[in-house]
């Protein structure tokens, strides 16, 4: 990969990995450095990096320094959510995208990130296996009981309200 096309794939997928990882991280200036140090990684790798494959090497990268985040600072983005979750109930909020983000907050990291990853991002089973080490059938396994989390989560919620 030559420097133009690095330029270019900062240009054509920074604002998906941003959005990627700061839906799951919840916080904006530790999604930034993620995303930062995933396409230093990317920087580093260029000379390796084949420019057809950039875009799902970039969000393995992306992926795997996020989970490093993740365990880094576990106990307090629990504790948030929880807090979070909390508000909504008392205050009753009907917001749709509140109440999606709050149900996405409910899954485990591997769930919510697979969720995003095919249903925001649009990979495919096999490119998500890529990203995140597991097989196709075992991102179709963990998709559907992660749906059916957010089914359950959001019936709850509706028969609240």
Do not use: P
Not at 32 to 53: I, P
Not at 70 to 87: F, L, N
């Amino acid at each position: 990969m030559t420097e133009k096309e690095y330029n270019e794939c900062v240009t054509m997928y920074a604002d998906n990995v941003y959005r990627f990882i700061v839906k799951n991280l919840k916080h904006a200036a530790n999604a930034e450095d993620v995303v930062q140090s995933s396409f230093q990684a990317l920087w580093e790798q260029r000379s390796e990096v084949q420019v057809e494959k950039s875009k799902s090497l970039l969000f393995t990268i992306a992926y795997r320094k996020m989970i490093d985040h993740i365990r880094k600072h576990k106990r307090m983005i629990y504790e948030e959510s929880m807090g979070a979750y909390d508000r909504y109930t008392e205050q009753g909020s009907r917001n749709l995208k509140e109440v999606l983000n709050r149900a996405l907050e409910r899954l485990d990291d591997t769930k919510r990130s697979l969720v995003l990853l095919k249903d925001y991002e649009g990979y495919s089973y096999e490119e998500i296996g890529d990203i995140t080490g597991l097989s196709a059938s075992q991102v179709k396994v963990y998709l559907h009981r992660a749906r059916l989390q957010l089914k359950d989560y959001l019936v709850k919620i509706e028969n609240v309200l």
